[in-house]
């Protein structure tokens, strides 16, 4: 019996793709190449085979000749199918590595507390096999930041950060990473706007932003507790 299945080019063009250069993250991919197939309706198939008949259109390059080079009909489920493509281009040594640098993560110079959690999160993400638990990663964050940061979220916390349970603790990093973003955005405004004749007083202005922000922190997180 012969299955016809007409795919348009509108639905391939708009499917991630993947050629195993320096810039791709398997896992990044097949979340986003499983978002996209999700909107996909092919007659007489299933969610399987949606993907199945769809990944040959999004591999490029070396990863479109490695899938050419399997076994013919060696894949018949997506869990096979992402199983190969990991082992293949996530292998055990890109997992070391990328724990490596977890575990050695730290704030850059300049860079706020927001823009240094962000990035470790997606760092998280590029492995999501890491295997760390909760609380290690709590403390690495803790561990990786530069002295004055430390000191603040110390501050915020009375000293007890890490009196706090793995759960309490993430939710208060996440907030302050938040809250922090948001002082950010409000203070550029305030440089923005700020004029010669009042320059001080906008100074000000922004450090009481600031203390309004860390208050505020403190406050909705002794609240919850």
Same mark, same amino acid.
């Given at each position: 019996?012969?299955?016809?299945?007409?795919?348009?080019?509108?639905?391939?063009?708009?499917?991630?793709?993947?050629? *195993? &250069?320096?810039?791709?993250?398997?896992? #990044? @991919?097949?979340?986003? +190449? %499983?978002?996209?197939?999700?909107?996909?309706?092919?007659?007489?198939?299933?969610?399987?085979?949606?993907?199945?008949?769809?990944?040959?259109?999004?591999?490029?390059?070396?990863?479109?000749?490695?899938?050419?080079?399997?076994?013919?009909?060696?894949?018949?489920?997506?869990?096979?199918?992402?199983?190969?493509?990991?082992?293949?281009?996530?292998?055990?040594?890109?997992?070391?590595?990328?724990?490596?640098?977890?575990? *050695? &993560?730290?704030?850059?110079?300049?860079? #706020? @507390?927001?823009?240094? +959690? %962000?990035?470790?999160?997606?760092?998280?993400?590029?492995?999501?096999?890491?295997?760390?638990?909760?609380?290690?990663?709590?403390?690495?964050?803790?561990?990786?930041?530069?002295?004055?940061?430390?000191?603040?979220?110390?501050?915020?916390?009375?000293?007890?950060?890490?009196?706090?349970?793995?759960?309490?603790?993430?939710?208060?990093?996440?907030?302050?990473?938040?809250?922090?973003?948001?002082?950010?955005?409000?203070?550029?405004?305030?440089?923005?706007?700020?004029? #010669?004749?009042?320059?001080?007083?906008?100074?000000?202005?922004?450090?009481?932003?600031?203390?309004?922000?860390?208050?505020?922190?403190?406050?909705?997180?002794?609240q919850s507790n």
């Amino acid at each position: 019996m012969g299955n016809h299945f007409e795919i348009r080019s509108s639905q391939i063009n708009i499917l991630p793709k993947f050629g *195993n &250069f320096s810039h791709d993250e398997p896992y #990044s @991919f097949l979340t986003k +190449f %499983e978002y996209a197939c999700a909107t996909f309706k092919l007659q007489q198939l299933c969610e399987d085979g949606i993907k199945l008949r769809l990944i040959p259109f999004a591999l490029t390059d070396s990863a479109e000749k490695w899938f050419r080079s399997l076994p013919p009909n060696s894949i018949k489920k997506w869990d096979e199918f992402t199983a190969v493509f990991l082992k293949k281009f996530y292998p055990p040594e890109k997992t070391a590595r990328v724990r490596n640098e977890i575990t *050695n &993560f730290h704030q850059k110079g300049g860079e #706020s @507390f927001w823009q240094y +959690f %962000e990035r470790f999160k997606e760092l998280l993400l590029s492995c999501p096999h890491h295997g760390y638990e909760t609380w290690s990663l709590c403390q690495t964050v803790y561990d990786g930041l530069d002295n004055s940061t430390r000191q603040m979220l110390e501050s915020m916390c009375q000293g007890n950060f890490l009196k706090q349970t793995d759960v309490e603790a993430w939710e208060f990093l996440d907030e302050l990473a938040e809250k922090s973003k948001q002082w950010e955005r409000t203070n550029e405004k305030s440089l923005y706007s700020r004029s #010669s004749s009042n320059s001080v007083e906008s100074s000000s202005s922004s450090s009481n932003t600031l203390v309004d922000v860390i208050l505020n922190v403190v406050r909705t997180h002794t609240q919850s507790n």
